[in-house]
């Protein structure tokens, strides 16, 4: 028996280990803090589906993210491709981004780091955008949760 609290959340959220290799320990740190985050506070449902508690299971087919999602039996509720190619340049710049901000942490002044950081915000916001538009129809969640989907996103993309 669900809690109704649980109806509209992801309570679990898994990487398929066949088609996402296994990352350095920094990778593998980032997806597990991306993950608990994503897990530990989240609105999650899929239109016209009676309600979960939802699990998600993400692997890559391709070029493609495969969103696997069930529900709290583990029935297969959908199974929703995403294309990565309107991702790249954000993510791209994201990333280049990230590198200046770490870099700028240990010599530069405070207001820069600042500006950097704000930079560095807008474009997870426009990559979390560009995700909540992508998933339009197939799965409601609010912005937060979005934001965290994209930084899951990212962790899976992040060399290291």
């Known amino acids: 028996m669900t809690d109704q609290t649980d109806a509209h959340r992801l309570l679990r959220v898994t990487l398929d280990p066949q088609s996402i290799a296994k990352g350095s320990p ?4 980032e997806r597990a803090v991306a993950i608990y985050d994503l897990v530990e506070q989240n609105q999650f449902a899929v239109p016209g589906h009676s309600g979960g508690p939802y699990a998600l299971m993400i692997s890559m087919h391709d070029a493609k993210l495969a969103l696997d999602i069930r529900d709290f039996n583990d029935t ?14 954000i993510l791209k710049d994201y990333f280049l981004v990230c590198e200046t901000y770490y870099e700028a942490i240990r010599t530069a002044t405070p207001a ?13 916001n426009e990559g979390a955008t560009l995700l909540e538009q992508r998933l339009v129809g197939k799965v409601d969640c609010d912005f937060d949760t979005i934001r965290r989907l994209f930084t899951l996103l990212t962790a899976l993309h992040w060399k290291g």
């Open 26 to 29: 920094d990778q593998e740190q």
């Open 76 to 89: 297969s509720v959908m199974v929703h491709i995403l294309s990565l190619t309107p991702f790249r340049r």
């Open 112 to 124: 820069q780091i600042e500006a950097i950081d704000m930079g560095r915000r807008a474009l997870h």
